[in-house]
């Protein structure tokens, strides 16, 4: 039975809402998590620190080693979550591509997880970075490509051509 589902994708890529989607149509409960949960979870100085994570004006994202400190915790934590018996949904941007997917298969281990890349072309996710309005401008464009690098998936999905919900059906298919 899978016990995972991790979705990696650039900012704005539509994860978020297929997540939501998921959650609605998988049977069961399952929790979400993602590194937006983190970032938010740490205090506001972090934001703004070079040890911690940085966003700088050109959309690029900088972390630093207390960040990667708190981030390898947090890892672990959502691992034993799912081990402990919850299903999870992990809503990622895997900035060091296959380096951050090694980081999660080691501390998810024995557990069933379904890796799915979301792709969206990087011009309509700049679209909606500037119609969300909380997002550093540049971000999904740099980061659409970049997180895919050297990545293996279970499945695809493209946001550009799917809405949310169509989405989260072609990987609800997937999970057992």
């Given at each position: 039975?899978?016990?995972?589902?991790?979705?990696?994708?650039?900012?704005?890529?539509?994860?978020?809402?297929?997540?939501?989607?998921?959650?609605?149509?998988?049977?069961?409960?399952?929790?979400?998590?993602?590194?937006?949960?983190?970032?938010?979870?740490?205090?506001?100085?972090?934001?703004?620190?070079?040890?911690?994570?940085?966003?700088?004006?050109?959309?690029?994202?900088?972390?630093?080693?207390?960040?990667?400190?708190?981030?390898?915790?947090?890892?672990?934590?959502?691992?034993?979550?799912?081990?402990?018996?919850?299903?999870?949904?992990?809503?990622?941007?895997?900035?060091?591509?296959?380096?951050?997917?090694?980081?999660?298969?080691?501390?998810?281990?024995?557990?069933?997880?379904?890796?799915?890349?979301?792709?969206c072309d990087?011009?309509?996710?700049?679209?909606?970075?500037?119609?969300?309005?909380?997002?550093?401008?540049?971000?999904?464009?740099?980061?659409?490509?970049?997180?895919?690098?050297?990545?293996v998936y279970?499945?695809?999905?493209?946001?550009?051509?799917?809405?949310?919900?169509?989405?989260?059906?072609?990987?609800?298919?997937?999970?057992?």
């Amino acid at each position: 039975m899978t016990q995972v589902i991790f979705l990696n994708g650039g900012s704005s890529s539509g994860k978020s809402g297929i997540v939501r989607c998921l959650q609605a149509v998988l049977p069961g409960p399952w929790l979400a998590f993602g590194v937006d949960t983190l970032v938010e979870a740490m205090p506001v100085s972090m934001r703004a620190s070079d040890a911690g994570i940085e966003f700088a004006p050109d959309g690029e994202v900088i972390v630093g080693p207390e960040f990667r400190t708190l981030e390898a915790a947090w890892i672990e934590g959502v691992a034993a979550m799912a081990r402990a018996g919850a299903r999870v949904i992990i809503d990622e941007v895997f900035l060091g591509g296959a380096e951050s997917q090694k980081r999660w298969r080691k501390a998810l281990g024995e557990l069933r997880v379904l890796w799915v890349g979301v792709r969206c072309d990087s011009v309509i996710a700049a679209g909606r970075e500037i119609a969300r309005g909380d997002r550093v401008t540049g971000t999904a464009v740099s980061q659409a490509d970049v997180v895919h690098r050297g990545m293996v998936y279970d499945l695809e999905v493209d946001t550009a051509h799917a809405e949310s919900m169509e989405c989260a059906r072609a990987i609800a298919v997937h999970v057992r």
